[in-house]
Structures are given as structure tokens and as C-alpha cells.
């Protein structure tokens, strides 16, 4: 059984008003357990909306969301519940932090969850180590932190719920590029270790590619393509029809073929393409010499 | 300018704050230099005290009702600015029927109620409901920044003592232009503390106090970090307060003003003769 379903699910702001549109419009899709799916779309595709109904904090206008196959609606009590399995970070999770140390901070989640002190130092000590963070910052205030260290604290809190999905909205926005590599290899590490589920809402093409199992491509709210990533980069074209950006090493791979240059140009990754262009470079002398 | 409805998910508790809400338009009312609507909102607030009765106060009402209708304001607008202070109209009104001594209508333990009392907290409230109408419209048909311009030219006389009018001017600009970005920043710091499980729904008073810490210090902080940058950004455009401030729009008089003069002067004779010579209302 799917660990998230989604069935007809649309959401509609405002919508008694004259501006009212939907956000999210007749989505159906089912992620599985243990999948990192990648969530991409232009800016205004209902990326944000429709993460926020995977833990229930949206319920939707019309359709349902189910968690393992349970109405999330149904039972109003429970949500607070599904929360704690299906973690969220939403963007800039960093404005988010309010405890006097980075410790506490982390172990608000697991303190409402009503576990003992025990449990609660493991998760937090666990949690602080999967997004790399040293034993000696967990006594100091979060709000001393630079930026990407709040933002691995905030991460780290939700983190620390152990949730069986985790959900991070664009969690490299506003990093620099080594911050946002190492980010995302840790949360990439975390879901090998775990084998939690993880959906990665993201601008960037090369983020998706490199790390997520099935692409999810929203425009205009609906599903434009769910499917696995060597097949959505297979379709650069339309992605870019999409006005979606491609991976740039895609973009080169195709600009080589425009020049006559025999490559294939389903590839996204830059292993592949530096061992599809040896390929390439090897067969051409190999042409030379006969 | 809708204040409502952002994006973000903003909770429907945040979503009927109508403070500083401005509809667009082109009406004779919208058009008016927003220093003699300020005046005229003044003087309106005054003829509301000085009319008396019933039909004095059904004219004042009646008038604001036709200034909305000028102004192209939907009605249900009135209706929408007066639910705040619903609890304040019926306490008013409850206190004045129970306290005004006079001709005994029915009486109950120690609680009497007399004629002159519910013929008083009638005007009452009818007097409340012209006042927050009246004065609605002014932000209704007056953008933020036109209300601080004209706030400022209206104090400045008081320069001369020192007073800060255009500091308080800009403050006050700078405030209502932070309130929607405000709301939508809770909206989203309530869904991350609620997506780390926070209750903000269930619990006794204590608790539900203590619920709101996660809520306020981010809130704050972010407060404190916007004020930093905008004064940064401020200074970067060498901002340096009022003094030998040059303005992009000078408010001018137009003939729509004195129009407005007009009418509102009309209204006072109007309103005050009718009062004088039509009977008061009893029963």
C-alpha cells in the first residue's frame, strides 16, 4: 500500500471571492514507502500548497489525502498524531527557532510527542548528528548560529520526530553552493540509513536529478509528469517547452548533438555523461584508425 | 490592496483583520485631499455628538450610508468594520438601559429599566454604529500612504514645538505597510510549530499561553530583523528625517473638495434643524 495517496485532490483559495483559483487542481498520485521523490515546478505551481496537505495542515478543497491508506480528514484528534509521522520543513525553516539553546530547540518535536527524557536526548544527539552538527553547538544559542548552521538545526528538529516522511520545501534556498551540496548529501545519507521516505520540493534541476528516485512535475497545479527520473530528463524537451530549466549538463549534452556531435542526451548526472563522452571520443578514434 | 487571503496558508483567524484596508477607486470621495477628509471625518464625529435623539442619529446614519453609496464601498462593509466592536455596541448599550433613572418600565431584583435609559441606549448605539461607519470610509477610500501624508501636513504646525510629525507620519506608514506582511508571517510560523507538532487548539488558559511562546519569539525576532534591514535600507537612500524633505505628489485642493466642504457643511445645518423641529421619538 502507498504510505501517501493522493486521490482527485484540489485546493481552492478564496474560494467565495472573485480571485478565487486553484492552487492545486485534481492531483492523484501514490508515493511509496522508502522512495525519495523529488518535487519540481515553476515558481506558482502549488508546489508549497500541496506539500502542506501531505501532514494535514491544508485539507483540501475537494478529494482526500490518505496515510497508509487512512483518511486524513476522518479523524480531526489524529492529525497532531500524523504530524509526528509525516515530518515537514518548510522554506527558511531557520525563522522557526525559539529556545534559548540549539538543543532544546531540536527537542521541542519530541517533547510533544510526549516522549521520556531518555528517548528525547537519543533523538536529539541522533538528529544533530545526520545534519552534521557538533556535540558543542547543542548548548549554544541557535540565534549565534550562521545561517546554513540554523538551518540544519531546524532540519535536525524535525528530523528528531522520526517521522516515516519527511518533506523538505526548498531546504537549499538562499545557501551557497557548498552549503546546499552538503545539505543535500546528508539528507540523502539520512534516507539511505533510515529508509525513511522523503518527497525534496526543490528549484533545481541538478538537485532532483542527482539524488531523487520518481520526478514530480506540477504547472498550474496539476501533474504534468510523475515519473521515474531517467524518464522525465528523457523529455528535455518538453520540460523545457515547460519553462522549466534543464540540468546543465543535459543542456550541454543537447547543445553537442545540435553540433553534430553523436551523444546521447537523456543523461543528467555527471558521471554518466563524462563516461557517455569517453564513449563517444573513444568510438570516433576508433573510426580514425580503421 | 486586499489585506486578506495570502498565500501562504494564512489561518482564517488572521484572515478577517480589516485595519487599514483600502479599496481602489475613482469616486468624488476617493479623490478628495485626504487632509480635509480627515477634517470632514472630524467634523462628522462631531455632528454625531451634537445631533441628538433618535432622527438625528438615523440622519447621521443615513448620510454615511449615502457616502458609501458615493464612494462605491459595498455596504456589507459597514457590517464587516462594526463586528470588533460588537461587545463594546451591546455593553453600551446594556449599561445606558440599566443605569438611566426615569419613568420605570419593568423592574427585577435590583435591576430596573426605564424609558429614558433604552430611549438613550438606542442613540447610543445607533451613534456608535455612524461613528465606526464614518470613520471606516475614511480607510476604506484613502490609501495608507495618502492618510500618513495628509496626517503629517495637518500636524505640522506643531513643528514648531518640536513635535515630531514627520516622524510619527513615517512611523506610522511604515506600520500599516508591515501589518499584512506581519500576518503572513505568523500564518507561517504557526504551520511550522504546528508541523512540529505544537497544539495551539486544545488546553487550558496557562497552556494555551505558553503554546504562543513558539509563535512570538520568531515572530519578534523577524520584527526586529525587517526593522533592521529597512533601516539599513533607508539609510542607503540616505534617508535623514523630515527636515528639507521634498515630496514626489503635493496635495493640492480641488473643486471635489469643496464639494465635500459643501455637503458636510449642508449636513450640519440639515441635520441640526431637522433634529430641532421634528419631534423627538418616544413611546
Request: hydrophobic residues 45%.
Amino acid at each position: 500500500m502507498a504510505i501517501l495517496s493522493l486521490q482527485h485532490v484540489t485546493y481552492c483559495y478564496n474560494p467565495d471571492q472573485k480571485d478565487a483559483f486553484n492552487a492545486v487542481d485534481d492531483v492523484t498520485l501514490d508515493i511509496e514507502q522508502g522512495e525519495f521523490i523529488g518535487l519540481i515546478g515553476p515558481t506558482g505551481s502549488g508546489k508549497s500548497t500541496l506539500v502542506q496537505h501531505l501532514n494535514g495542515l491544508l485539507a483540501p478543497t475537494k478529494g482526500e489525502v490518505l496515510f497508509r491508506g487512512q483518511n486524513m480528514a476522518e479523524d480531526k484528534k489524529k492529525l497532531r498524531e500524523l504530524r509526528f509521522k509525516v515530518g515537514l520543513v518548510f522554506q527558511y525553516p531557520e525563522y522557526q527557532l525559539f529556545e534559548e539553546t540549539v538543543y532544546k530547540d531540536i527537542a521541542f518535536g519530541p517533547g510533544n510527542m510526549g516522549l521520556d527524557e531518555k528517548e528525547i536526548d537519543r533523538r536529539v544527539r541522533q538528529a544533530a548528528q545526520f545534519v552534521g552538527l557538533k556535540e558543542s553547538y547543542l548548548t549554544s544559542s541557535p540565534f549565534e548560529l550562521s545561517g546554513g548552521q540554523k538551518r540544519r538545526v531546524a532540519i535536525a528538529g524535525v528530523i528528531a520526530m522520526e517521522p516515516e516522511v519527511l518533506i523538505l520545501d526548498e531546504p537549499t534556498a538562499g545557501l551557497d553552493p557548498h552549503g546546499r551540496d552538503k545539505i543535500l548529501s546528508q539528507i540523502d545519507a539520512f534516507h539511505k540509513n533510515t529508509g525513511t521516505t522523503v518527497v525534496l520540493v526543490s528549484h533545481s534541476m541538478e538537485d532532483i536529478a542527482r539524488y531523487a528516485d520518481r520526478v514530480l512535475v506540477l504547472q498550474g497545479g496539476k501533474v504534468a509528469l510523475f515519473d521515474y527520473t531517467k524518464a522525465v530528463f528523457g523529455l528535455s524537451g518538453k520540460l523545457k517547452e515547460m519553462g522549466l530549466s534543464i540540468p546543465e549538463i543535459t543542456a550541454a549534452l543537447l547543445e553537442l548533438k545540435q553540433r553534430g556531435v553523436p551523444v546521447r542526451t537523456d543523461l543528467y548526472t555527471v558521471e554518466d555523461t563524462v563516461a557517455e563522452l569517453a564513449r563517444v571520443w573513444r568510438e570516433k578514434r576508433g573510426d580514425a584508425h580503421a | 490592496m486586499r489585506a486578506s487571503g495570502g498565500k501562504s496558508g494564512v489561518t482564517p483567524m488572521l484572515k478577517n483583520i480589516t485595519i487599514g484596508q483600502y479599496f481602489r477607486g475613482d469616486s468624488p470621495i476617493h479623490r478628495m485631499d485626504p487632509r480635509l477628509k480627515l477634517i470632514l471625518v472630524i467634523a462628522y464625529i462631531v455632528l454625531l455628538f451634537v445631533a441628538s435623539g433618535i432622527v438625528g442619529m438615523l440622519l447621521c446614519l443615513a448620510a454615511a450610508v449615502a457616502f458609501y453609496l458615493i464612494a462605491r464601498v459595498p455596504l456589507k462593509m459597514i457590517v464587516k468594520s462594526l463586528k470588533p466592536i460588537i461587545p463594546i455596541i451591546l455593553f453600551t448599550a446594556i449599561l445606558n438601559a440599566f443605569f438611566v433613572e426615569g419613568d420605570v418600565l419593568f423592574s427585577w431584583w435590583i435591576f430596573t429599566v426605564s424609558k429614558q435609559g433604552v430611549l438613550f441606549a438606542i442613540v447610543m448605539t445607533l451613534r456608535l454604529i455612524a461613528l465606526i461607519a464614518g470613520s471606516s470610509l475614511l480607510t476604506y477610500t484613502t490609501s495608507p500612504i495618502q492618510l500618513t501624508d495628509g496626517l503629517e501636513l495637518l500636524m505640522s504646525p506643531l513643528k514648531k514645538i518640536h513635535f515630531p510629525a514627520h516622524e510619527l507620519a513615517m512611523m506610522m506608514t511604515i506600520a500599516l505597510r508591515f501589518i499584512p506582511t506581519l500576518i503572513e508571517e505568523t500564518g507561517k510560523i504557526m504551520n511550522a510549530q504546528k508541523a512540529r507538532g505544537a497544539d495551539l487548539e486544545t488546553g487550558g488558559l496557562m497552556q494555551r499561553i505558553k503554546a504562543l511562546v513558539p509563535i512570538l519569539i520568531p515572530l519578534f525576532i523577524s520584527a526586529f530583523r525587517r526593522a533592521d534591514e529597512l533601516a539599513i535600507a533607508m539609510e542607503c537612500r540616505c534617508y535623514h528625517g523630515g527636515e528639507g524633505r521634498t515630496r514626489m505628489k503635493k496635495l493640492t485642493f480641488h473643486l471635489v473638495d469643496l464639494w465635500g466642504l459643501l455637503v458636510m457643511a449642508a449636513l450640519f445645518v440639515g441635520i441640526l434643524t431637522a433634529v430641532h423641529f421634528i419631534p423627538p421619538i418616544t413611546f
